[in-house]
């Protein structure tokens, strides 16, 4: 029999067991930029799905453009994701957000020292300083499914479709269209902690690298 480590049953608050972080870059009705920090993304193909906040800006934006960048930071830029944390788009800020701390805040990329550059198929920026940039476009969206418990949920689910994705050239393999797995670490959320990832462990049967 294996001696395998003993089990106990948990009850965590949240279950970011090790999501990639990401910065969506959204325009407001205004036409100036928004940037909201998401912890909860995955990928297949070129679809997108992101747990979005119903009472951010962020989600109000895509909604109401259908457009998006999604930036993925690599973990050094983790002190720039934080000084987003506790910031919102909305004004006034919604009672809920006001009572966790958050703050209204309209220069987003500002406040993080972030760069906004043009996109090509969208209109919303791409934040320069962040090794991949998604750009995307909004297919749907809809909200999380009730339960007794909950019986409104707080969060959205919107499934978007990546038309053009920008590379820093150092994360990628010269000559080719792959990322380099040794260079590209990205930004983890582990249980509301910040982490980055180490040296690469194998490679699934299907790598091309």
Excluded at 82 to 94: D, K
């Amino acid at each position: 029999m294996n001696d395998l480590p003993k089990h106990r049953v948990i009850a965590p608050r949240i279950l970011y067991f090790g999501t990639p972080v990401a910065l969506l870059s959204t325009l407001n009705a205004d036409g100036t930029p928004n940037l909201s920090p998401l912890s909860s993304a995955w990928a297949l193909d070129d679809r997108l799905v992101l747990g979005m906040g119903r009472m951010g800006q962020g989600l109000a934006n895509l909604e109401r453009t259908r457009e998006a960048v999604i930036n993925l930071p690599n973990a050094a830029l983790w002190p720039q994701v934080e000084r987003l944390a506790p910031t919102t788009g909305c004004s006034p800020v919604p009672e809920p957000k006001r009572a966790m701390g958050y703050v209204h805040e309209p220069r987003k990329f500002e406040r993080a020292g972030l760069t906004p550059l043009p996109s090509d198929t969208v209109a919303p920026p791409r934040v320069g300083e962040c090794p991949l940039q998604l750009e995307a476009v909004l297919l749907d969206v809809r909200p999380a499914a009730a339960t007794p418990e909950q019986p409104e949920a707080t969060f959205c689910i919107a499934e978007v479709r990546v038309t053009r994705v920008h590379a820093h050239e150092d994360v990628t393999v010269p000559g080719t269209q792959y990322v380099d797995v040794e260079r590209w670490q990205p930004l983890l959320y582990v249980f509301r902690h910040y982490a980055g990832t180490g040296p690469s462990l194998g490679r699934n049967f299907r790598a091309e690298t």
